[in-house]
């Protein structure tokens, strides 16, 4: 990734740094892009590994650089631009876990108004309420209809630095959306903020935006959705990927393997949900999230992108990270004990939420079988003294910052020792897959999910609001994406979003003689057919479009995210027992 970091800042150097039609970002997957014949071309080729850019470099009569069609724009290339497909994305894309329900209208901030002044939203009700299907807003807050995608308070307080420093013109955003009774979510509107020019303390400038169709107003609006993608991409890579499973699962990997004898029943069970995690983290510091790296150089946060992370990790909850936990905090799923799971979902075609509940079910079931069949009593949890040190090892080394949080289990009762098994491996796996293998059939094309924008919203009177009179593409493009950082961008993700060849998924092993205990082996037999019929379940869904319209969507991408078993290559779908890429 640095001889392509090199090598591409060399080339556009010396050529124009935009792309000037959508046409032109379309040949980077249909025609190929062209590299100049040369030394540079030469370096390149020798030096990048063959996994990350020679499948898609082509050297027979044009030196061609050509990638394989995202998913996004497979069927149909400007189907991602719907409204539709930007609510929709927020339930079944490569980012679902952020959405949540609207309790109080207008949304309010959590930063303290001591420093940041008032960060509560601007957006009224005279702005929405018509777009409501009859409803009030407070009706429509009742009713479980109203729901936000709120990137706000993580970033405003790093955004006048950002916009300071980086080669970033940006926003914190928050987006409102209503549940149609079709089950998909209709955008009602954006809210783009920039901290107040005369200090924090004075809060914000934001201006609400509200979905058009046509003219300047129709293309200040896919702009809008334009600046949320960006928010949304940075804290996805940051946040939801980086933060909540790379690096929160690295403590357990560790205290297992410094704790726990490789006879011990708890190694045996989490040592398939750990499988190289260590060794793709060292290579992400080496030369993903290290400073000056990729991470830095494609993301709007750029430098201060492992600070914004690290703030974050401050309000990690370890028990709040499975499901159904997850979708209660964020309201869109209530608790009813009558309910499979023992929970109600809000949004009842929410892909991600169905899909995980049915995976974290299997998994919780395995792992209750397996705990209470070597402990038969909570006071042979209490009594394990291997068990004791590798709990207290990784919450007090492992997760030094929070080991004095009440909410960490006491890991005294078989029930505690279940559930945190359950989570670690849900983190591991079924997590990981849910925002990672996503990346290149939703992120490949750039203009979907941008990873920074270069300028701030066209404003009446300045040239680029005139030219969206006459070319909006064009102003789309130059906002939002350069050609450096998506050649770059591309070539990574592609990486990150392909399975291996020797990856082994949920309910696989490397062995069939991992136990000799024949009550453990036949409960993960039960535990690999309930994954195949959740394969079954979920085939079945995704057939069904008029029902379940939010599993394939205008762009008619299957969710297959937590589809357990996957294939080689670029397949969109499968869950890896373990982050290993």
């Given at each position: 990734m640095q001889t392509l970091l090199r090598g591409f800042k060399a080339l556009f150097d010396k050529t124009p740094n935009e792309f000037d039609s959508f046409e032109d970002v379309l040949k980077l997957y249909e025609g190929g892009f062209k590299l100049p014949r040369g030394p540079l071309l030469k370096a390149i080729t020798d030096s990048i590994p063959l996994e990350i850019l020679k499948p898609n470099l082509q050297t027979d009569d044009e030196d061609l650089l050509k990638y394989p069609i995202p998913q996004v724009i497979h069927e149909d290339k400007s189907a991602w631009r719907t409204d539709e497909e930007f609510g929709r994305e927020m339930l079944a894309g490569v980012h679902p876990v952020i959405i949540s329900r609207l309790q109080e209208f207008p949304p309010k901030s959590k930063l303290d108004?001591?420093?940041?002044?008032?960060?509560?939203?601007?957006?009224?009700?005279?702005?929405?309420?018509?777009?409501?299907?009859?409803?009030?807003?407070?009706?429509?807050?009742k009713t479980n209809?109203?729901?936000?995608?709120?990137?706000?308070?993580?970033?405003?307080?790093?955004?006048?630095?950002?916009?300071?420093?980086?080669?970033?013109?940006?926003?914190?955003?928050?987006?409102l959306l209503f549940l149609q009774d079709n089950g998909t979510l209709k955008p009602l509107a954006i809210e783009l903020s920039l901290p107040h020019p005369d200090g924090d303390q004075f809060g914000t400038v934001s201006k609400v935006y509200t979905p058009f169709e046509h003219g300047v107003e129709g293309s200040i609006w896919q702009l809008a959705k334009a600046y949320v993608a960006v928010n949304d991409t940075g804290i996805h890579a940051l946040i939801s990927h980086w933060l909540n499973t790379?690096?929160?699962?690295?403590?357990?990997?560790?205290?297992?393997?410094?704790?726990?004898?490789?006879?011990?029943?708890?190694?045996?069970?989490?040592?398939?949900?750990?499988?190289?995690?260590?060794?793709?983290?060292?290579?992400?510091?080496?030369?993903?999230?290290?400073?000056?790296?990729?991470?830095?150089?494609?993301?709007?946060?750029?430098?201060?992108?492992?600070?914004?992370?690290?703030?974050?990790?401050?309000?990690?909850?370890?028990?709040?990270?499975?499901?159904?936990?997850?979708?209660?905090?964020?309201?869109?799923?209530?608790?009813?004990?009558?309910?499979?799971?023992?929970?109600?979902?809000?949004?009842?075609?929410?892909?991600?939420?169905?899909?995980?509940?049915?995976?974290?079910?299997?998994?919780?079931?395995?792992?209750?079988?397996?705990?209470?069949?070597y402990y038969k009593s909570d006071d042979v949890v209490q009594k394990d003294t291997e068990l004791q040190c590798w709990w207290k090892e990784l919450r007090e080394e492992g997760h030094g910052d929070k080991k004095d949080e009440p909410w960490w289990p006491k890991m005294q009762t078989r029930q505690e020792l279940i559930d945190s098994c359950t989570t670690t491996m849900w983190i591991a796996s079924a997590l990981h897959a849910a925002v990672n293998f996503g990346l290149y059939p939703y992120g490949g094309f750039l203009p979907n999910r941008p990873t920074?924008?270069?300028?701030?919203?066209?404003?009446?009177?300045?040239?680029?609001?005139?030219?969206?009179?006459?070319?909006?593409?064009?102003?789309?493009?130059?906002?939002?994406?350069?050609?450096?950082?998506?050649?770059?961008?591309?070539?990574?993700?592609?990486?990150?979003?392909?399975?291996?060849?020797?990856?082994?998924?949920?309910?696989?092993?490397?062995?069939?003689?991992?136990?000799?205990d024949q009550e453990p082996l036949l409960a993960f037999e039960r535990f690999r057919k309930k994954l195949s019929d959740i394969e079954d379940r979920i085939m079945q869904m995704n057939g069904d479009h008029q029902k379940w319209k939010n599993r394939s969507g205008p762009v008619k991408i299957p969710y297959s995210l937590l589809f357990p078993t996957g294939e080689e290559g670029l397949a969109g779908k499968g869950i890896p027992n373990s982050v290993s890429i």
């Open positions: 108004p001591n420093i940041y002044g008032n960060q509560d939203s601007t957006i009224t009700r005279d702005q929405i309420e018509d777009e409501l299907d009859g409803l009030t807003i407070d009706e429509s807050i209809k109203l729901f936000v995608l709120n990137h706000h308070d993580i970033i405003m307080p790093f955004l006048r630095r950002i916009n300071t420093a980086a080669n970033t013109k940006t926003y914190a955003s928050r987006t790379h690096a929160v699962i690295e403590p357990f990997v560790i205290a297992t393997n410094r704790q726990l004898s490789v006879l011990h029943p708890i190694h045996k069970l989490l040592l398939p949900h750990f499988r190289d995690t260590m060794n793709i983290n060292a290579l992400a510091r080496q030369v993903l999230i290290n400073s000056g790296g990729i991470i830095e150089l494609t993301l709007f946060p750029a430098k201060y992108s492992m600070e914004m992370s690290a703030v974050v990790y401050k309000d990690w909850i370890f028990p709040e990270q499975a499901l159904p936990a997850d979708l209660i905090k964020r309201g869109v799923a209530i608790e009813d004990s009558s309910s499979q799971h023992g929970i109600r979902l809000l949004i009842q075609d929410y892909p991600y939420a169905v899909d995980g509940l049915e995976i974290r079910s299997a998994i919780k079931s395995w792992v209750a079988v397996y705990c209470n069949f920074l924008s270069r300028s701030f919203m066209p404003e009446p009177g300045n040239a680029e609001y005139e030219e969206l009179k006459t070319n909006p593409d064009k102003v789309f493009l130059k906002t939002i994406t350069p050609q450096l950082q998506p050649l770059l961008g591309i070539s990574l993700i592609e990486l990150l979003s392909r399975h291996a060849s020797d990856t082994l998924y949920l309910g696989q092993r490397d062995s069939p003689e991992w136990t000799k």
